[in-house]
């Protein structure tokens, strides 16, 4: 592990939130987020086994994210309070490899920081920076259909169910599908113009 970290210094405001690249601050967060915290993941992907954390894998992981260096658009970002409050993180990934398709996904682990429009505006946020960075030819987001938050979050911003795996995974003892969504682009600016 080296000890100088890159001091990425991007950072975007929407309102009360901020999109800012990962300082070596965060890395605590993330410790008691998958040691201590860790209800989010009832909700993001509950069918993957969970692993005993090694905290200091964790760290070392969390250090070498650091030390990359970032590329111009950013795939990953932490959701800052304007007040300095790490709640949470923004990402995208290509659907099943499939480049011309880019999921993105949220999360704040913190029941505190959730159901007060933290979610939208990092969401939203994410998806005017990802349109405006002309690198992508659609957006996508995908869930279960019975993370009803994150459904909901998706059909506000524009985001419009494109496949439906009808009992797609067990989850707590009831079967659930598995849903893809598409971003409406024109939709998601009629709703959104503020962040153009």
Known sequence: MKNEIIENTFKMVNKGIILRDMTIEDIDDYVIWNTNEIEWQDWDAPWETKDAINTENLKSKFFQRLNRKMP?????????????????????????????????GIDIPSNKFRGKKMGELAFTLFISYL????????????????????VRLAQKCGFNVVNREVNFREIRGKL?????????????????????
């Open 72 to 104: 111009k658009a950013r795939s990953r970002l932490e959701i800052c309070t304007i007040h300095g409050e790490h709640v949470g993180w923004v990402t995208s990934y290509h659907v099943d490899g499939n480049e011309k398709q880019l999921a993105i």
């Open 131 to 150: 349109l405006k960075s002309g690198v992508v030819l659609g957006i996508y987001t995908q869930t279960w259909s019975g993370n009803y938050r994150m």
């Open 176 to 196: 659930y599908d598995g849903l893809t969504f598409k971003l409406d682009e024109s939709l998601f600016w009629n709703r959104f113009e503020h962040l153009k």
